[in-house]
């Protein structure tokens, strides 16, 4: 079974360039303090590293 990661989205994305609008869509996260849940695999860490200072990861 892989494991899964909880992203919860902790700052705005109003201001932010549209590649971090886009990263953050494809991943689900639309409104503050949502979270999502979503399987560890390369493609969402490259993800998570590319707005990692307006989200939180839990393992």
């Given at each position: 079974?892989?494991?899964?990661?909880?992203?919860?989205l902790?700052?705005?994305?109003?201001?932010?360039?549209?590649s971090?609008?886009?990263?953050?869509?494809?991943m689900?996260?639309?409104?503050?303090?949502?979270?999502?849940?979503?399987?560890?695999?390369?493609?969402?860490?490259?993800?998570?590293?590319?707005?990692?200072?307006?989200?939180?990861?839990?393992?």
């Amino acid at each position: 079974m892989s494991a899964e990661l909880k992203i919860t989205l902790i700052k705005s994305h109003i201001g932010r360039p549209a590649s971090h609008r886009a990263v953050l869509s494809g991943m689900g996260l639309s409104k503050v303090n949502k979270t999502v849940t979503l399987e560890d695999t390369p493609q969402v860490r490259g993800m998570i590293n590319k707005v990692v200072h307006l989200v939180k990861v839990e393992e």
